[in-house]
Each structure stands twice: as C-alpha cells, then as structure tokens.
C-alpha cells in the first residue's frame, strides 16, 4: 500500500518562500518518478515539477520555473518542493504523486501517469 502525506503549506504573503514535503511508504521514491501537482479554486489540477526516478532529471511548469525548485532525500524516502518568490496566483491545494510504473520517466507532466496521491496541502499567498 502506497501512503503519501503532504505538509509544509500555510498562509503566506507575496514574496515569501515555502518548503512542502511528501513523506512517503509503500514506495521508493529513488525507483519512482515523484511529482508536484496543484489544484486552485474552479480550476483543473496541474503539473508543478516532477524528479525522476534516478534524481537526475527534473521538469517544471513554465509558470514555476525559476522560483520552485523539486528535490528528494531518498534516505527518508522524501520529496521537497521548494518554493520562493510566491504569488497569489499560487493559491492551490498541492499535491504529491507517484508514478504507477518504477524505473520509468516520461509523461512526467500528465495526471494519468501517476495513480498514487497524497491527501494535499493547502498554499494560500495574499497580495
């Protein structure tokens, strides 16, 4: 059984910097492609940055990169999203996903390659 547990979100103003992690169990995160995906209000959830299975690649959504930066510590099993100079547009509840297949990157920005999800956690940034 796959557990992922978000934490790190909060209440912030524009500007600021927040760390979330997704603890994981169930699953290697050093033999899994991990990603970040965020849902806003009324809105789709989407791609934020996905990390490969081996650490050496990673992706971001154009309109994160540069400011979110996606990590791993494979001896806690963990994935980090870092994340600085926030917006308000980057309002959403964050979620952490695995990918369903191990040893494998590709689609890394695509919902239906992942099929574990953490519960999420809520961002709020105010202007």
């Known amino acids: 059984q796959v557990l992922l547990v978000e934490s790190g979100g909060g209440l912030v103003q524009a500007g600021d910097s927040l760390r979330l992690s997704c603890a994981a169990s169930g699953r290697t995160v050093s033999q899994y492609t991990m990603g970040w995906f965020r849902q806003a209000p009324g809105k789709e959830r989407e791609f934020v940055a996905a990390i490969s299975w081996s650490g050496r690649s990673t992706d971001y959504a154009d309109s994160v990169k540069g400011r979110f930066t996606i990590s791993r510590d494979a001896a806690k099993n963990t994935v980090y999203l870092q994340m600085n100079s926030l917006k308000p547009e980057d309002t959403a509840v964050y979620y952490c996903?695995?990918?369903?297949?191990?040893?494998?990157?590709?689609?890394?920005?695509?919902?239906?390659?992942?099929?574990?999800w953490g519960q999420g956690t809520q961002v709020t940034v105010s202007s």
């Open positions: 996903a695995a990918d369903h297949l191990p040893v494998y990157y590709s689609d890394y920005n695509l919902l239906r390659e992942y099929d574990s």
